[in-house]
């Protein structure tokens, strides 16, 4: 079994910053691929930050210069330092791991339970 636990979500006025965190635990492997996601309701989710094994990171414009996506590769856990926060972050939060639990498994993703994040102006 793989857990993902999401914590650091919150209220925050614009111009603040929230630090969320993911920790993995369970039967892994290793892992390929850790990301950040957002979803507004009724909207589709939309990727905020990945970061690949390789240490190459990826941000949605909207998230370039204000968020930083990290990796504690020993403790399985990810983070997201969202800084200069604005109304328009305010969603759901999900991480998002692509990795793998043994040699008798595919690579396989999965996803945290989400964290609320609200932004007020």
């Known amino acids: 079994q793989v857990q993902l636990v999401e914590s650091g979500g919150g209220s925050v006025q614009a111009g603040g910053s929230l630090r969320l965190s993911c920790a993995a635990s369970g039967d892994i492997t290793s892992i390929n691929t850790m990301a950040w996601y957002r979803q507004v309701l009724g909207k589709q989710r939309e990727l905020v930050a990945e970061?690949?094994?390789?240490?190459?990171?990826k941000y949605a414009d909207s998230a370039k210069g204000r968020f930083t996506i990290s990796t504690d590769n020993a403790k399985k856990t990810l983070y997201l330092q969202m800084n200069d926060l604005k109304p328009e972050d305010t969603a759901f939060y999900y991480c998002?791991?692509?990795?793998?639990?043994?040699?008798?498994?595919?690579?396989?993703?999965?996803w945290g339970q989400g964290t609320q994040v609200t932004v007020s102006s």
């Open positions: 970061a690949t094994v390789g240490g190459g990171t």
């Open positions: 998002y791991f692509r990795l793998r639990r043994g040699p008798a498994y595919k690579e396989a993703p999965y």
